[in-house]
Nanobody, 121 residues
């Protein structure tokens, strides 16, 4: 069974930084696109950033220039470096990954349990 486990969330003052990590574990033959989404109270879950296995990245306009996504394929880990945080970044951040568990199966999309990021003004 594939699991995605996030860490690194917490409380930070506006202007501060946090780095999130997400480790994928379990049986897998390919680990494809990995990404971070966030969901604030009463709002939908939105993409923050994603990174393909080859390193191509994509960012939401609201975080461009402030957040950086990266991955270590050997460690099956994706990171999100968040700088210049503001209260609007407060949300639960979820890790997401496309994982193929067998050569005989199509990749499946998995989610982590989420980690809370709170930015105080």
């Amino acid at each position: 069974q594939v699991q995605l486990v996030e860490s690194g969330g917490g409380l930070v003052q506006a202007g501060g930084s946090l780095k999130l990590s997400c480790v994928a574990s379990g049986t897998m033959v390919t680990l494809g696109t990995m990404g971070w989404y966030r969901q604030a109270p009463g709002k939908q879950r939105d993409l923050v950033a994603s990174i393909r296995s080859g390193g191509d990245t994509n960012y939401a306009d609201s975080v461009k220039g402030r957040f950086t996504i990266s991955r270590d394929n050997a460690k099956k880990t994706v990171y999100l470096q968040m700088n210049s945080l503001n209260p609007e970044d407060t949300a639960v951040y979820y890790c997401n990954a496309d994982v193929q568990t067998s050569w005989y199966r199509q990749p499946y999309n998995y989610w982590g349990q989420g980690t809370q990021v709170t930015v105080s003004s």
